[in-house]
């Protein structure tokens, strides 16, 4: 029986099925102070998903009893691996349980931009009725630009395709194979991307390769028109991490009519501050990360996360172990 933390929340699924395999498990949230002095050397694996920061000092806190970090999800930028790593201590997460509600909610955000469907909404409630105001443009014959071709940009390029839009991807580590595969034109650098693309996806981690790819210059680039001429505008979506697009330089191009829409998920400081100025600017909309917030992808996460946690503790192989290249 091992002792288990969840300081961020669990389905009760997943919960129940740590409990059933015989481990104890504590719901419970921490300060940042408690976290600092200590709080989980009692406890042998803690699931987390991404408000509790386990910083290289809080790792250090922990002692030599912790053997496990779960990440339910797929990011694990709250986590010092390296600290993790040094440690022993094992980090694994969730890869493949929130890809569908992330590839509808990317959809979801390119509809709505390009059909001004935010912007028609807030209209309304305002007694507006702006028709002529709000011609929008079709997915279909336009090249959509993904940066990352992971599980989930994959499924949104499969979706894309299937809308008539030409897929284009920036990621220098892919296999040239699996771009061909999926009829998707692969780029050797990211600024071809943009020249190519009236609208970009992001999917990729944050690192400081990728802080701000998506910046002011890069955004200079889009064509605005279609392969066919077709005037559409460029826009942007971010469902992956907040900071890989700069929001100063998006909210400069969206003032000087260079991109037409934005909407972001993520944000480089979240919560978002209300004074953020994308939030006043008519052409922008936003989620508050929610692209694992659908019941489905809870309830997967959970359960993928509590399985492979136990997994780990039993000693047996886990595919999602995010940290094995650093263990020394």
């Known amino acids: 029986m091992a002792k288990i933390v969840v300081t ?78 040094n440690a022993k201590i094992t980090v694994v997460n969730a890869p493949l349980a929130s890809t569908q509600s992330v590839v509808e909610l990317t959809i979801a955000h390119l509809l709505s931009s390009i059909r001004h469907l935010s912007k028609s909404d807030r209209g309304l409630r305002l007694g507006k009725w702006e028709k002529k105001a709000m011609v929008g443009t079709e997915l279909s014959g336009k090249s959509l630009g993904l940066i990352g071709f992971g599980r989930i940009a994959q499924g949104v390029g499969m979706v894309a395709q299937a809308m008539g839009m030409e897929v284009h991807t920036y990621d220098p580590y892919l296999p040239p194979k699996v771009a061909k595969n999926q009829s998707t034109r692969l780029h050797k650098d990211v600024d071809t991307l943009f020249k190519s693309c009236t609208h970009i996806s992001v999917h990729c981690n944050l690192t400081d390769e990728t802080h701000h790819l998506v910046n002011y210059e890069r955004m200079k680039l889009m064509p605005g028109k279609s392969r066919l001429g077709l005037k559409c505008g460029n826009h942007i979506v971010n469902c992956a991490r907040g900071g890989i697009v700069d929001e100063e330089g998006l909210f400069q191009a969206l003032e000087e009519g260079i991109i037409s829409s934005a909407a972001l998920d993520v944000f480089e400081q979240e919560p978002v501050d209300s004074e953020n100025k994308l939030l006043s600017h008519p052409d922008f909309h936003g989620t508050p990360h929610i692209g694992a917030a659908t019941i489905e992808a809870q309830s997967r996460v959970g359960l993928d996360i509590a399985k492979n946690v136990m997994d780990s503790l039993a000693g047996k192989t886990v595919k999602a172990i995010v940290n094995s290249h650093l263990m020394k």
């Open 8 to 85: 961020d929340g669990m389905s009760n699924d997943a919960v129940n099925l740590l409990k059933k395999n015989g481990h104890e498990v504590t719901l419970q949230s921490f300060s940042k102070d408690e976290l600092l002095n200590g709080c989980l050397s009692k406890f042998d694996a803690i699931i987390v998903r991404s408000a509790t920061k386990l910083t290289k000092e809080v790792i250090e806190s922990t002692g030599s009893k912790l053997k496990v970090i779960g990440r339910a999800g797929v990011g694990v930028d709250n986590i010092d691996l390296d600290a993790a790593s």
